[in-house]
């Protein structure tokens, strides 16, 4: 069946193009020479060619959107498993499109266009232009660069451009914009003053891609929710502005973001959708402008479209790759990025790389000697030889890891080292560690946090820390506070900070300690390692027994240093658990005793009822329910884990998370379930095993537990 062609016109400028001829669904296996001489009859060399790149819903590259002229063809690449004739089209696409020399490829996202092609179909290209690079480049989106190119001679249609390129997900309805967006793209050299920009930008050139790029996170961003319900309280409207202060950091406002504002006219008591956009934000509370009268109204919800745009990380993993691919770095000049991601038999360590076979001191902490396999852990963390040069810890829940981080540090700091540099995934984990070095009685050192983390959100979290942290508001006079300082506590995210060279300048990086590492990418080690060539030792530490990367479970190029194969043989373990766990009464009242305590759930959906219903009760809600993600890295006294599911297993089914989910607890912990569902179809998960071991008398009924034994 021959591909279906139609004409499509253009309504992204205010100009008379000619009609666009198309051609739908072009199976790879029917792509010729023939077919891409008449695709590119009477274009001169070199060409310029449009590519837009077209993803399945789990963010899969599956088609391909190719434009010159007023041509466009969409190609659709077969899915794995078909027999070699299927595959054959892959060598003309390259021969004559990707790898021709005398075409140059244009896309509004060269880079991940380029990555998407190498990791889902093994096609690379040679010529790729980032289209915001010939163009301003300071504004990477594609109505900036469009409006860039353009300039004052011809009329950008905005809200078209934006609903263009809104999605790159494929829709057999929406395959007219998804062809514009490559369309467009070759267009924009035509016109004025534009053809020299694009010629002498620089090229995308992925024949020496390696894995360490970043496809998973890439997957990730594309499959993210396109919307988020916000939870607001104390609504105020004036003339056209609405007050709100946030209610949960996950669906908290985000300056210049679109939202979605249903109010009720109290006169006639219907509902109006209207359009906003977040004007100001300061810690929870938020203003947000409309072109609409809201005197007299009633908000009834907010929901803010769109996806998140890129973190500082995201942004500045994103640049290191694009100028890695433009030729103007090597990335494996960085020794660890080499170790780690381009292992050879040859690899040695630089010469600059000093050893010693001098293991400091190991310091006892309040009295508290170290187990084996704890002090095997420290001297590893402290021993200067290349052999160590990259330390990899594992440690189940309760074998104490952060003691062996700040057993590390105070040894460490008293044999003279400087430039140690403490960080994590998530904030709480870093201040976990931070509060470990104050229970040891070790001071010096200081802690960065993000403003939108900390203030109006988090601040109370830092109780007895303030002296020694440092937000980011304070960047750019926090130098003299850290003179003298060896160590320093952040996330990784905080090391792609535009303000972060303040403190490596004063206190340059020479020892990285990363907590959580089981759950980081290592694509989000690419940009630090590159950063910071004064590094001289990687300690990574976590538990591949908890969570991993957030997506890996359906993306399997979003890998943590535990699974790097050539590494595996190198992990340490902590392999003694101590158990802070006693037998308590049955009471639940946790409130009234003023109990340390938190509630667990599996599900976001049963964090929110529960949380409604705590309020309805009078109960103290805040910070209290949790869904298991978000509390990976907390403990409380006491846990509360509802289970309240009849069917399927669900969550149960996942190892990883059951075990986060079974650990946080420090004193004692109560799960909220059906004995039948626990004991006959959950009977083989974590829960049902521990119940089984435990017997009949851990079981209670509801009367019991308001009663304390």
Not at 154 to 162: G, H, K
Request: with cysteine; glycine share 6%; aromatic share 8%.
């Amino acid at each position: 069946m021959p591909p279906k062609t139609r004409v499509i016109y253009q309504n992204l400028l205010d100009h008379d193009f000619d009609m666009i001829s198309m051609q739908e669904e072009v199976l790879e296996s029917k792509l010729s020479k023939d077919f891409f001489d008449d695709l590119f009859a009477g274009s001169p060399t070199p060409r310029f060619v449009g590519v837009a790149p077209i993803y399945l819903e789990n963010g899969t590259l599956t088609r391909l959107a190719l434009a010159v002229s007023n041509k466009a063809v969409i190609i659709q690449f077969h899915a794995k498993g078909k027999g070699a004739n299927a595959y054959k089209g892959r060598e003309v696409l390259a021969a004559e499109v990707l790898c021709n020399p005398d075409v140059l490829l244009l896309s509004f996202d060269c880079v991940k266009l380029a990555i998407a092609l190498f990791a889902d179909q093994n096609l690379r290209i040679v010529n790729g232009i980032d289209v915001p690079d010939a163009c301003d480049g300071s504004h990477r989106t594609p109505l900036a660069a469009i409006k860039f190119a353009a300039g004052d001679r011809v009329a950008v249609m905005d809200e078209n451009v934006e609903a263009t390129f809104e999605s790159s997900i494929f829709e057999s309805r929406r395959t007219t914009s998804l062809a514009l967006q490559a369309w467009i793209a070759q267009c924009l050299p035509t016109l004025p003053g534009m053809e020299d920009r694009f010629q002498g930008a620089k090229r995308i050139n992925t024949m020496k891609m390696t894995d360490a790029t970043s496809r998973g996170e890439q997957r990730l961003a594309l499959t993210a929710r396109a919307t988020v319900a916000n939870e607001y309280t104390a609504a105020r409207t004036k003339q056209q502005s609405a007050r709100v202060k946030a209610e949960r950091y996950d669906t908290r406002f985000r300056k210049d973001t679109n939202q979605r504002i249903t109010v009720r006219d109290q006169n006639t008591g219907m509902d109006i959708v209207i359009r906003g956009t977040v004007e100001n934000v300061m810690g929870r509370n938020t203003v947000i402008k409309t072109n609409f009268n809201l005197e007299g109204r009633e908000i009834r919800s907010i929901v803010t479209e769109g996806r998140d745009g890129p973190t500082l990380a995201d942004i500045a993993r994103e640049g290191t790759v694009r100028r890695a691919m433009q030729g103007d770095l090597d990335l494996f000049i960085s020794p660890f990025i080499q170790y780690i991601f381009q292992p050879s038999d040859d690899f040695s360590w630089p010469d600059t790389f000093t050893e010693s076979d001098t293991i400091p001191p190991i310091l006892t902490l309040n009295n508290r000697p170290l187990n084996t396999s704890q002090e095997a852990a420290v001297k590893a963390m402290l021993s200067n030889t290349n052999d160590t040069r990259v330390t990899i810890l594992q440690g189940p829940p309760g074998t104490g890891k952060t003691t062996v981080i700040a057993a590390f540090v105070v040894s460490a700091v008293q044999a003279g080292a400087r430039g140690i540099w403490l960080m994590a995934q998530s904030n709480i984990a870093v201040k976990n560690i931070a509060e470990k070095l104050a229970d040891v009685g070790f001071m010096n050192w200081r802690l960065l946090v993000s403003k939108d983390f900390h203030f109006g959100w988090h601040d109370h979290l830092y109780h007895g820390l303030n002296k020694n942290l440092i937000s980011s508001q304070q960047f750019k006079s926090a130098q003299k506070e850290i003179r003298g300082v060896p160590v320093i506590l952040c996330t990784l995210s905080m090391l792609a900070h535009p303000l972060i060279h303040t403190f490596n300048t004063a206190n340059p990086v020479t020892t990285v300690v990363i907590d959580e590492a089981s759950q980081i990418t290592l694509g989000s080690y690419v940009d630090p390692l590159k950063k910071f060539p004064t590094i001289r030792k990687l300690c990574l530490i976590g538990d591949d027994k908890q969570l991993p990367p957030y997506g890996s479970e359906q993306d399997g190029d979003m890998r943590s240093i535990f699974e790097v194969e050539h590494l595996r043989d190198s992990i340490l373990f902590l392999d003694t658990q101590y158990s802070g766990e006693r037998k308590h009464g049955t009471s639940l009242h946790l409130q009234e005793d003023g109990k340390n305590y938190a509630i667990i759930t599996p599900y976001d959906s049963q964090r929110s009822f529960l949380e409604e219903e705590m309020k309805k009760e009078g109960l103290i809600w805040q910070e209290k329910c949790f869904n298991v993600d978000s509390f990976q890295g907390n403990e409380k006294d006491f846990i509360i884990v509802s289970l309240v599911r009849s069917n399927g297993l669900g969550f149960l089914a996942d190892y990883r998370r059951t075990n986060v989910m079974l650990t946080r607890c420090k004193r004692g912990m109560y799960i909220v379930t059906s004995w039948q569902f626990v004991c006959e179809k959950a009977s083989s998960t974590l829960v049902g095993r521990m119940a089984a071991a435990w017997g009949d008398d851990i079981w209670v009924n509801p009367e019991h537990i308001l009663t304390e034994a």
